[in-house]
């Protein structure tokens, strides 16, 4: 297998079985980009089974609290209970397992903790748990990924279900691909990772110079200068290895090294 890793994701109706026997449902949403990361399909299932839905912004770390502010004001517009944390940073981590505590119908109870690859699903548990016990990781299909569905108990007759994430169907083309496979496993890495440029520097311009030091923006020129900087050729026609650039793109967009976010304005746009 060359170290390549097949990921597993969940099915559909592994989650459905998952949602139906939990008491709540977390969905978790990568803050930076709502949009894209918040599945439409498991929330109407979870509507669909008279669940108590919360859905969790995740990684506010990385925007400005007023962006944070904004997303959940926008969300919870459309009728949805709504928290904005940062599992790595411990934000908000201790109001959101109160607020859990305060919507569970009964007790004991179970938290199905829901959403696309990489929002930070483990990480929330760990962070409510108060010690390690999910595994996390940051790349898809990278050691530490969520592989099946784990229960962890946060505090007597709490308990939280993790669970692999699920493929990204409405966070559309490149978000399924990026999310859905590991880097190291795409076949044509260099189209999405292209449109990965794009989409990050609409948001923020000088994003790829901050990240490398590159000062074009044309995603393709991007990925030549990036693998020529590293040394990055084909063994024989010395061009260079942009597939190679591709994956470290989406690589680090994974690992935060490349900073963006999509402001709230867009969606009142969209
Ligand atoms: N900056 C920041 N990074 C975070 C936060 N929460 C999680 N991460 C990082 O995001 C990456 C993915 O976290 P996981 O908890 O493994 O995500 P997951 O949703 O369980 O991933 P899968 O199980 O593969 O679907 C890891 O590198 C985490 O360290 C956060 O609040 N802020
Ligand atoms: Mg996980």
Redesign the pocket.
């Known amino acids: 297998m060359n170290g390549v890793m097949a990921m597993e994701?969940a099915s559909w109706r592994l989650l459905a079985r998952t949602i139906k026997n939990a008491d709540v449902v977390v969905e978790?949403v990568d803050i930076r980009d709502p949009i894209h990361t918040r599945s439409r399909r498991v929330e109407s299932m979870v509507n669909a089974l008279d669940k108590e839905l919360i859905i969790v912004l995740?990684?506010?770390?990385?925007v400005p609290r007023m962006v944070a502010e904004k997303w959940k004001r926008i969300i919870e517009g459309q009728g949805f209970e709504v928290m904005y944390?940062?599992?790595?940073?411990r934000?908000g981590t201790r109001v959101l397992r109160g607020f859990i505590k305060s919507v569970a119908p009964i007790k004991p109870f179970s938290v199905a903790v829901v959403?696309?690859?990489?929002?930070?699903?483990?990480?929330?548990?760990?962070a409510l748990r108060g010690r390690k016990g999910?595994?996390?990781?940051?790349?898809?299909g990278s050691p530490?990924?969520?592989k099946s569905i784990q229960l962890l108990k946060i505090e007597p007759g709490f308990y939280m279900i993790?669970?692999?994430?699920v493929i990204p169907i409405e966070g559309g083309w490149p978000e399924s691909i990026i999310r859905g496979r590991s880097p190291d496993e795409l076949v044509d890495p260099v189209r999405p990772a292209m449109a990965l440029i794009e989409r990050i520097l609409k948001y923020n311009p000088r994003a790829i110079q901050d990240a490398y030091g590159i000062e074009t923006r044309d995603p393709l020129m991007i990925l030549e200068e990036l693998a020529r900087k590293r040394g990055w050729f084909y063994k024989l026609d010395k061009e260079p290895l942009i597939e190679q650039a591709a994956r470290t793109i989406i690589r680090d967009y994974?690992?935060?090294k490349i900073r963006f976010y999509v402001p709230p304005e867009e969606y009142l746009l969209s």
């Open positions: 994701l978790v995740n990684k506010s770390d990385l944390v940062s599992a790595t940073r934000l959403g696309y690859p990489k929002t930070g699903k483990s990480s929330i548990i760990n999910a595994s996390t990781s940051p790349i898809p530490g990924y969520t993790d669970t692999p994430g994974h690992k935060n």
